[in-house]
C-alpha cells in the first residue's frame, strides 16, 4: 500500500522525542492559539482567526482539502514526553510558487530545543521518501533570522526574492539542490 492510501489517521510519523501527525479538527484550539502568538502573526502573517469557528473553518478549507488531494500537508508536532501540541510542520502547495514549500511554526515556549529541526527534517523525509518529491521550497521574512537558520540546516539554498500574490512583503526563497 503506497503512502497515498493510508487513512489520515494512521497516518502518524514519530521521531525520538515528537509524534508528528496531520492536522484534524480537533487542533482548533491549538491552531487559535498559535497563529494569535505575536511571533506567528511577525513573521508569518495575521490569517484573521479570532474564534475557534475561524480556526476550525481555516483547518477545514485550507489544510484538509490539501490532505486529502496530495496525502502530505500540515502536520501538528506533539512531544510525546509530556504529550503538549508544540508547533506545527508543513508541506503546503502555494500559490506564486513552483514547488511545494515547507513551512514551519512553534509556540515560543519550546523554541531552543530542536524541536522544529527534528519535526522539519521527518517531515522533508516524509515530502521525499513517502511521497517522491523531486524539490522542496521554503519562503522566510528577511528578518527571521532564526528561520533563516533552520531552512539553511536543512540543506535548502537561498536562491531568490519573491513576492507571494496578494502580498506585498519580499520574501527569501531557498530550494533544495
Do not use: C, W
Not at 67 to 93: D, H, M, P, Q, R
Not at 95 to 102: F, N, P, Q, Y
Not at 115 to 126: D, H, L, N, R, T
Amino acid at each position: 500500500m503506497s503512502p497515498k492510501n493510508l487513512s489520515r489517521e494512521n497516518n502518524i510519523n514519530e521521531t525520538e522525542r515528537l509524534i508528528i501527525r496531520p492536522i484534524s479538527l480537533n487542533d482548533s484550539e491549538f491552531i487559535l492559539d498559535l497563529y494569535n502568538r505575536p511571533k506567528f502573526i511577525k513573521y508569518i502573517g495575521d490569517r484573521d482567526i479570532r474564534s475557534l469557528t475561524d480556526a476550525a473553518n481555516y483547518i477545514q478549507h485550507r489544510f484538509l482539502p490539501q490532505l486529502e488531494k496530495s496525502g502530505f500537508g500540515n502536520y501538528v508536532v506533539v512531544t510525546k514526553e509530556s504529550n503538549e501540541k508544540v508547533g506545527a510542520v508543513g508541506i503546503f502547495e502555494r500559490e506564486g510558487l513552483d514547488v511545494v514549500d515547507i513551512g514551519f511554526s512553534l509556540l515560543e515556549e519550546y523554541e531552543g530545543k530542536g524541536y522544529a529541526y527534528e519535526a522539519a527534517v521527518k517531515v522533508k523525509s516524509i515530502g521525499m521518501d513517502d511521497f517522491g518529491l523531486k524539490k522542496l521550497s521554503a519562503i522566510t521574512s528577511k528578518n527571521n533570522f532564526s528561520s533563516q537558520k533552520l531552512i539553511e540546516k536543512l540543506g535548502l539554498k537561498f536562491q531568490k526574492h519573491v513576492t507571494l500574490p496578494n502580498d506585498d512583503e519580499e520574501l527569501m526563497y531557498y530550494e533544495t539542490e
